[in-house]
Each structure stands twice: as C-alpha cells, then as structure tokens.
C-alpha cells in the first residue's frame, strides 16, 4: 500500500479489485476453472492407452512414410528415444505393423540403383564408379536380407582397378555382414548360397574371396575345419541323418499301434558308403574242347608240281625200255604233301604242297562296373519297449514284462521295417524293459503379488484408483469450497437511518454511516471491506475534522 505525503496510505487499486464482490467473484470462477482443467487433464491421464514400440531404427525417410501412413490410417502415434522410435497404442501395434509392413515399409537404409537415377551433370568418374559400387552392395544386401533367418545385411566390396598388366591384375574381394533374427542360424549350405549369390553378382570375383561373418563375428564362410574334421560335407551327413531318422521314423510307426504311445523309442546307426568305384576287366577263357569249337574261318591252298618226262643223252640206250620194278607189293602210304606215283612214271615222284588255316573263335569278356555313392553298407538298430500296462479287476495298472511270442513279433516287424540284410552284416537288438518315469518338474509357487499379470493388473487398478481420488479431492476440497463462496450473497451492511433515502443523505449522514461501518464487526464475508471502510474514515476525519466532530457529538449525545 502506498503512502501519501500527509503519512496517509493511498489504497492498492488491485488490492481494491480484490477486495471488491466483483473481484472475489472473479477470482473464485478463475480458480474454478483451473481446479476443473486439472480434473479434466488427471481424467485424460488415467485414460491414456498404453504406448509400444512399432518401428525403431529406421531412415529418415521411412519415419516419414511410416509417419505418413498412421495418420491416412488414423492411429495415434508419438515418438521415444529421440525420434528413434514410433509408439502407438499397445492394441493396434500388430495391425499397423502388418498393414504398414504390407506396403514395403520399412525399406532400410540400403541404397540400390535408384541412386544411379540421381546423377547429376558434370559427375567425375570416380564418383560415378563410387556409386556403381554403392548402387551393387546395397542391392546385394537387399537380395541377403530376403532370407528368412537374415534381419539385415551389409555388403562391402573391394573392386581393385583394371590393369593392361597381367601381373598386376587383381582378383576383386567381398565382405558380408549379417545381423541374424534372435534364435535363427544358418546352415552351411545357407552360408554356401550366400558365398555363391555375390560371387555370381559381382565380374572375377572368385567364392574364396569372400567372407561372411554374423552380428557375434563368428566365421561362417570357413567350411575347411568341418570338412578335414568329418571328412564328409554337410550334404552327405544331412543324408545320413535323413536315413537314420527315416528309419527309426518307420519302426515307431509300425510298433506304437501295438505298444501304445510313447512306449517304443529306436534309434538306428547307417553306415553309408560314399565312395565311387570303377572298374574295367577283359578276361580270355580256355578253348573249348574240340568238338564244341566254334570255327570262325578256314582257309586251305593246295600246289603240284609237272612230270619232267623223258631225258639224258640222245641214243640207244636213252631209248631202251624200263627195267623190271623193284618196289614192293604192298608199299607204303605216301607222306603228306607228296603226290602219289602211277603208271609209267611211278618211279618218278611228283612234287606237290598243300596249306590249310583254320580260325577259332577266342572267348572274351569285358566288365565296366560304375558304383555310385551313398550305398547304404550295414546298418545297426536298437530298439526298447515298455512293459505293458495290464488292468486287473479292482482298477490297478500293473506293467509285466512282454512274452517270448510278443517279443519275436515285435522283433520280426522291426526286421521288415528296417530292410534286416543279414549278407550286409545288420544288427537288431529288441529290450523289453521297464521305462523310467520322467519326473514332474515342481516349480516353486509364485505368490499372487508376483505373478507378472497381477502386477500388470495392480498397476492398471493404480493408475485409475489414483486418478479417481485425485479429481475426489480436486472437486470436494477446492471446487466445492469455491462454488459455495460463489452461491454465498454479500452481508447486509446495517444502515443508521433506514427510512431516508440516499440521495437526501447529508455528508454528515454518509460519514457517520461510514464511521459506523468501519466499527462494526466485520463478517466472514465483509472482512476485506473492513479495512477498505476504515482508511476511508481517516480520510474523511482528515479531509473535514468539522463533519466527523458533528459525528462524535451525536454519538455521546445519543450514548452511542
């Protein structure tokens, strides 16, 4: 309050406002209305739904699409973690994620040959093959992440520059990095389809030259160590494990309809033979005997030689007949070859030659044995049975052991199903045997107050009980209060002459009433106006000492 220069206080005029009805009545709706947006505000809190994650860590321009589609789709969003992630209400998470993932989004942070579209005039070459090459890697990822087990994947690709040389040529090399969804692997030839996929993709790069490692830095390119440890590459046990399960798979199906349920287990060992043979032979036999040969050709020449007739010196001795013959009667046969003598010139031979050639057939046999890979050389299965369960008569399961005729069927419908090959050296063992029971794992009892849906149904419950004794408090103890003071009429200020009209009052009738109201007891209500009333008392008994003198007099003169 201000101070005038007489030592009198000048009145506030907002002080006066206030202190005015109008002013109460100003303040009270004010605070009305402020008790009733902070109710409204605790309402809409406890009303909030439940935000979770839809997307995070995405590209700038897919927050905007995504963005872009939750508004056309009219879902609530806001953003956490810095504008890393997109919030939406806790039951709609899963549908906008399916109806925005349907629409290609999020598409990452890989860029492919859409970049090459953007080439602006005047791009250097090195620029331009920087890139080619961004365009190539970020197409690679894309086609890596469309594998099922692979979340996201980085290519990085090292092309050296072409050389005129070829000592100085340089083979290009890859780099795969694969971040794998939580619980997935990859098989080795998954592994070998993604070495296969970039080498293909990119000119000269050999499979060797790349490397794939996963988000844990584990090498998944190196096959070198599993293959010299088993010897065997990941397809051939994969076809061994097959056959084994196969097996196994067909005697528990043949044995359970007999036994029951989970009363047979088998398990079969295959021996697999992947090596590859081949093998030529040609073999000659001996002839066969003489008259079971078979004559292929024959070939025979036959020559005689001419008489030479008469000869030696002209005469008369060269024309004397011939002496008396003195070869025997009976003489021998002629050799081969040689012709036989007659008539006059027996006693000179005649010169003959006679060839013959004959051609067997020879036996022969040519063998070309081809043996593929992947025969099955022995296998080995072994096979338990439970005990039947026998019911008696009062209701009591009891397990007896199979009989002998029980156990030969069963052993003889394991032979069948397995392919039993006693030449091929197989084994079958049949037990009978009682199964051991699997213990019933006891979980220790969690308490109601602990139980993760109880707390999650505690914390629901909280947040609205909060909620409801907050606008309780809100509306009983401060919007109650001020909407009486506002219902509440002003107090009645008692007036010394009630029959005169006020503008007949003198100013000695007005200050006296004014001095009369600056003593009286002031009210609840009225208590504000008090001091209002009294300065303005002063003021008068400064302002005229005559009038208020008047006032005192009538008091003492009335014993007031």
Known sequence: MAVAADGSAVPNPLISFAESQGGRNLLLMLGAAIVIAVMAGV??????????????????RDGGAIVTQLQQMNVPYKFAEGGGAILVPANQVHDARLRIAAMGLPKGGNVGFELMENQKLGVSQFLEQVNFQRALEGELAR?????????????????????????????????????????????????SAIVHLVASSVPELPPGNISVIDQNGNLLSDTSKAAKATGLDPTQLKYIQEVQQNIVRRIESIITPIVG?????AEATADIDFSTSEQAAETYKPNSPPNQS???????????????GAGG?????????????????????????????????????????????????????VRYIQQPMGGVKRISVAVVVNYKQVTDKAGKVTATPLTEAERAQITDLVKE?????????????VVNSAFAGVPKEVFPEVPIWKRPEMIQLAMELGKYLLGGIALLYL????????????????????AVVDDQDDEAETPEMRAMHAAERSVEVPTESASMAYQQNLELAKQLAKDDPKVVANIVKNWVSGNE
Not at 294 to 308: A, C, H, I, L, V
Not at 475 to 494: A, C, E, Q, S, Y
């Open 43 to 60: 309402w809409m809190w406890s009303q909030q739904p439940d935000y979770r994650v839809l997307f995070s860590n995405f590209t700038d």
């Open 143 to 191: 086609s890596v992440q469309s594998i099922g087990a692979v979340e996201s994947a980085r290519v990085h690709l090292a092309m050296p520059k072409a050389s005129v040389f070829v000592r100085d040529q340089q083979k290009p090399t890859a780099s795969v990095v694969l971040n794998l969804n939580p619980g997935r692997s990859l098989s080795e030839q998954q592994v």
């Open 417 to 429: 199903a397995m392919g039993f090959n006693k030449d091929r050296g197989d084994t079958l063992n």
């Open 475 to 494: 509306f009983f103890g401060v919007l109650r209060p001020m909407l009486k003071k506002l219902n509440t009429p002003p107090p009645k200020i008692h």
């Open 313 to 365: 010196v002209p005469g008369a001795l060269s024309n004397q007949p011939a002496a008396n013959a003195t070869a025997p009667i009976n003489p021998p046969a002629p050799a081969a070859g040689q012709g036989v003598s007659t008539g006059a010139a027996a006693t000179a031979a005649v010169p003959s030659q006679k060839d013959m050639t004959v051609n067997y057939e020879v036996d022969k046999t």
């Open 294 to 308: 078979t004559m292929r050709s024959q070939q025979s020449s036959e020559s005689q030689g001419s008489n030479p």
């Open 261 to 265: 349920p989970n009363n047979v287990r």
